[in-house]
């Protein structure tokens, strides 16, 4: 196999993802400082909620409420060994 789905390609990827995954969370936990407009921080916030498990489903009534449901997803993160 060759190209982008050749194994060692992906491999390589995955590799380079989890290196910089701490760097990545730096950078949010940034974007989530109070110096950050509001909107920033909510963005940022939302993201780390969604990535940890916790995404917010929309549910529009017939009576013209709108409920947010917040559903727990478990899921497991794998950080690379130091």
Do not use: C, F, W
Not at 58 to 82: H, M, N, S
């Amino acid at each position: 196999m060759h190209g982008g789905l050749a194994p060692q390609v992906l491999a390589s990827a995955g590799e380079r993802i989890n290196q910089l995954a701490p760097r990545a969370v730096d950078v949010m936990e940034e974007l989530m400082g109070p110096e950050q407009p509001p909107v920033v921080r909510l963005g940022a916030s939302r993201d780390i909620l969604d990535r940890a498990g916790y995404k917010a489903t929309e549910k529009i009534q017939q009576d013209g409420r709108t409920v947010i449901e917040i559903e727990y997803v478990a899921r497991t993160l794998e950080l690379p060994e130091p």
